[in-house]
């Protein structure tokens, strides 16, 4: 097992183009979660599937933005019509459903995105 | 709306030395709380998870101790080392199939 892994690591783009990061989470893992991270800040929640299900949406998720999980494993994040605002670390991160335990979630390396 | 507040943002030690880190959250109500390592450019690596219903977690050098009443954690390293020059950030869980929110990390420097 490779653990998490996104694609590209590194994107540079122009102002209105569109972008899409690709994230295979561990393969037993259910939970696949998106996340936001700039610099000096800690992650922010973008979304989570459980399965092929995306049962939650942050806020800062425009409509710019969509995310899909097709057959339940890998994931992608798309932005469309992309602002510098845009420009950030995605992460994504997976984990089991939770147990009485609680489960340990794992992040991928992230792909970092810079608009021009 | 709960929101994690981590002190001090920077810390620089002497190898070594054994330090706190603190987090403190401001709704009681979670559900576990994790510790985590971030290395520059890098994604994060789950160092410790703690459950709601327990005090503290150990591995290796670090342990971490969670007061839900007082919504606060500490992570203790001990016998520093430049290794684990890093950032370190906590997070939070309100509830099995919610999100973790996110505190903005200290940046540790151990120095030689």
Not at chain 1, 43 to 68: C, G, I, M, V, W
Request: net charge positive; glycine share 8%; aromatic share 8%.
């Amino acid at each position: 097992d490779t653990g998490v892994s996104q694609n590209p690591r590194h994107k540079i783009t122009k102002r209105g183009q569109n972008v899409t990061f690709r994230c295979d989470p561990i393969s037993e893992h259910n939970r696949l979660y998106w996340y936001r991270q700039t610099l000096g800040q800690g992650p922010e929640f973008l979304t989570y599937f459980q399965n092929e299900a995306q049962l939650e949406k942050s806020r800062l998720l425009s409509d710019r933005f969509s995310a899909e999980r097709p057959k339940g494993s890998f994931s992608t994040l798309e932005i469309q019509r992309t602002e510098q605002g845009d420009s950030a670390m995605y992460l994504c991160a997976s984990s089991l459903k939770e147990r009485s335990s609680g489960n340990t979630i794992y992040f991928g390396e992230g792909s970092w995105l810079t608009v021009v | 709306k709960q929101e994690v507040t981590q002190i001090p943002a920077a810390l620089s030690v002497p190898e070594g030395e054994n330090l706190v880190l603190n987090c403190s959250f401001t709704d009681s109500a979670i559900y576990n709380l994790q510790w985590f390592r971030q290395d520059p450019g890098k994604g994060l690596t789950s160092l410790l998870l703690i459950q709601s219903s327990q005090r503290e977690q150990t591995s290796g050098r670090l342990n971490a101790s969670l007061d839900k009443s007082s919504g606060r954690s500490t992570l203790y390293i001990a016998a520093s080392q430049p290794g684990d020059s890093a950032t370190y950030l906590c997070a939070v869980k309100a509830g099995t199939a919610s999100k973790l929110t996110f505190g903005t990390g200290t940046r540790l420097q151990v120095t030689l």
